[in-house]
């Protein structure tokens, strides 16, 4: 039975979470017996195994799952190791980027979802690409995938056919053989086959519904919550298929808050906001702002002037100090924005004159750094096939 629309609160403030999404698949290889090197050290180690299962259930946020949990008996009876800080914009592609290949976003170079590629001057889109843009060399780090093959190790990896070579698959997920299956229930056959055939390895299992769901009606809805009792299901399907030498980990790459309409500014109605940006990239949660040149401090000033109640507005030097990014290299600098902004209340700023009329009308987002987006569950079990 699905639950009435929950009541959402305002987002949360930050706290301290010492482990974060690039630790993940680094605590796997080593589970498997292959070390390496991790963003940091204070993520528990997991179970040895001969196999690890990782589920990667798109905008599964640790707070909206422990907000829904009755609705989720399975995922709250797994053990729950921490939550974990997605980083900084809390976004698919920045995820992504962190969980393929252990490194902060300052690192592997993935820092939004609309980014500067400076060596043109424009903007483009992380998640559709760009096939100007080659994915190995806008971010050349070996993936832990490529690492685990290099060893010996196999690496199976589950998601939509569509995912298979595309610009950010092969910038942050290369590695391994690739197995296209549709339906939730597919992929959780495909990774029983993949486990069955492994002589040791690792499993990886893509989930976007739920994040969809979010975005069209909202991560307070009774469809997310809906959609979340189908991921439990699932979920227990493919724990109850595997060996018990097998580790199934589950995780996510950001979570959601809801942005009445009402709360939205438009760009294109903004002069003020507008006056010295040369572009305006990021998502409405998280914007870099690229300034015209000398701008900058104008800049800073009026978004500080108009919206420092409801954003963290920050140069881009200011930001990386703050160590929103991690540790920054020389060549991801300029893909960040001269003015860095992450809402901290009910606000989003859009820009008509760019986003498409589906992407306007989105309810739920993500991006900043909120509790609420972006912190995210990691949660283990052993196989629970009888053996």
């Avoid at 976003?105 to 889109?125: E, W």
């Avoid at 993949?194 to 002589?199: E, I, N």
């Avoid at 881009?316 to 540790?327: L, Q």
Wanted: glycine share 10%.
């Amino acid at each position: 039975m699905s639950a009435e629309p929950a009541e959402q609160e305002e987002p949360r403030a930050e706290v301290d979470v010492p482990a974060s999404l690039a630790d993940v698949l680094p605590a796997a290889a080593t589970a498997l017996g292959l070390d390496v090197a991790r963003a940091s050290q204070t993520l528990p180690a997991l179970p040895a195994a001969r196999n690890v299962v990782v589920l990667l259930v798109d905008g599964l946020g640790d707070v909206q799952l422990r907000d829904r949990a009755g609705h989720a008996p399975f995922l709250k009876a797994m053990r729950s190791v921490a939550p974990l800080a997605a980083g900084f914009p809390s976004t698919t592609a920045t995820s992504m980027g962190m969980f393929g290949t252990g490194l902060p976003p300052g690192g592997h170079g993935l820092v939004g979802l609309d980014v500067l590629d400076p060596a043109r001057d424009v903007l483009f889109n992380e998640l559709a690409w760009d096939p100007d843009v080659d994915p190995r060399e806008w971010q050349p780090a070996p993936t832990v995938f490529q690492q685990l093959v290099a060893t010996g190790y196999d690496v199976v990896r589950i998601g939509p056919a569509y995912f298979d070579g595309s610009g950010l698959t092969e910038a942050a997920l290369r590695g391994g053989r690739f197995v296209a299956a549709e339906s939730l229930g597919g992929r959780v056959d495909a990774a029983l086959e993949a486990v069955r055939s492994m002589r040791r390895g690792l499993a990886y299992v893509y989930w976007g519904e739920l994040d969809k769901v979010g975005h069209v009606h909202g991560a307070a809805s009774w469809e997310w919550t809906q959609e979340l009792e189908r991921v439990d299901a699932f979920t227990r399907r493919l724990a109850e298929g595997l060996p018990s030498d097998t580790v199934l980990v589950v995780t996510a790459d950001h979570g959601m808050v809801d942005v009445p309409f009402a709360d939205r500014l438009d760009l294109a109605q903004e002069a003020d906001l507008r006056a010295g940006v040369r572009h305006a990239g990021g998502e409405p949660r998280a914007l870099h702002l690229y300034c015209r040149s000398g701008a900058a401090p104008d800049v800073l000033a009026a978004w500080r002037e108009r919206l420092g109640g409801l954003m963290d507005v920050r140069t881009r030097e200011e930001a990386i100090r703050a160590g929103w990014f991690g540790p920054v290299a020389p060549h991801v600098l300029p893909r960040i924005g001269d003015v860095v902004t992450a809402a901290t209340g009910r606000i989003a700023v859009v820009d008509s004159r760019r986003a498409r009329p589906e992407l306007l009308g989105l309810l739920g987002l993500h991006g900043a750094r909120t509790d609420a987006e972006r912190l995210v569950p990691l949660l283990i079990t052993e196989g629970l096939a009888a053996s």
